[in-house]
């Protein structure tokens, strides 16, 4: 388990990318979870207050449309016998939810995937596959980031939808204004309001978003990188669909590509956030337990989150 290690700026970089990589500081198939041990899951245990359980996983239908030219998923309930019904499922996306990008989601170009692997993944090839996350569990300190209150409250104007980018500064306003410390180990739950946005939308709006995504997210800055790096976090997961602000700007770069192959960078998108977001409101108590389990999927590019909150 690695207990601290580097800072961004101390990291060694790729020079034509100019960006750093985490390649031989964390483990090549956990990520960001090397940062976290028993250590930190006993200190998030100890957040369990009046153990409440808050589910932050969306139906397995919704988004409906799928977003990003996916299909809809498709159940088949059926008889094995006269007393026995079992059901199957067809287009069954494991990232069209409430999910979890694994690291053989994206790569860095030419220079591959974390750990700098650049051949293809064959059948029984374990390497960076979503099933030594789901060996270990996400579990630690969750911490709510809310910027939809955290707008609200200084009369800032905002739209889910709007392609607004979130920078760092913002992101460490936020945690000031909750008067929450971010500690190492934690799970950053970042709100931003769109999937409450997208549930107050009409048909024909939903129709729109799902050909083109339109979400305000964190900005695909090298600072949010170094924010999310040095916060010590070894997840991060949004409400929306893409974590960062889509469209993006080319000249700014993709968040995607700074965290997962190259920072190894747990992601998290599409989790439902806001009736913890209200409960952590109304009690100005920001953190909590966060666990999650993903599918035990050899080979596996992603998984659903089964992702909870206990307070």
Wanted: charged content about 25%.
């Amino acid at each position: 388990m690695s207990t601290g290690g580097p800072r961004y700026e101390e990291l060694p970089r790729i020079e034509k990318l100019d960006m750093p990589h985490a390649w031989d500081v964390l483990d090549r198939d956990l990520g960001t979870l090397d940062r976290s041990g028993p250590e930190q899951v006993r200190a998030a245990a100890e957040l369990v207050r009046d153990g409440s359980v808050v589910p932050l996983n969306l139906p397995l239908n919704e988004p409906d449309p799928p977003l990003f030219g996916r299909d809809p998923i498709r159940q088949e309930i059926f008889a094995t016998d006269r007393n026995t019904l079992d059901d199957r499922f067809d287009a069954f996306y494991p990232q069209g939810s409430t999910q979890w990008d694994g690291l053989r989601h994206v790569r860095a170009r030419e220079f591959g995937f974390f750990g700098g692997i650049t051949d293809d993944f064959r059948a029984g090839d374990e390497r960076l596959s979503i099933e030594h996350w789901a060996r270990r569990g996400i579990v630690g300190r969750g911490v709510m980031l809310d910027v939809v209150a955290h707008r609200r409250r200084h009369g800032i104007d905002y739209d889910p939808f709007g392609a607004v980018p979130i920078e760092a500064d913002e992101l460490e306003a936020i945690a000031a204004d909750q008067d929450v410390e971010l500690r190492h180990g934690d799970v950053l739950c970042l709100r931003t309001g769109w999937i409450d946005a997208y549930r107050e939308l009409g048909p024909a709006a939903r129709e729109r978003l799902a050909v083109e995504a339109r979400v305000s997210g964190l900005a695909g800055s090298d600072a949010v990188a170094r924010f999310l790096w040095d916060s010590g976090a070894i997840a991060i997961a949004a409400d929306n669909p893409t974590l960062e602000v889509a469209p993006g700007d080319p000249a700014v770069g993709s968040l995607h590509r700074r965290l997962i192959p190259l920072l190894g960078f747990v992601v998290g998108e599409l989790l439902d956030l806001g009736t913890l977001a209200g409960l952590c409101g109304s009690d100005s108590r920001w953190d909590f337990m966060f666990v999650s389990i993903p599918l035990y999927l050899p080979g596996g590019v992603g998984s659903p989150a089964n992702a909870m909150a206990i307070r």
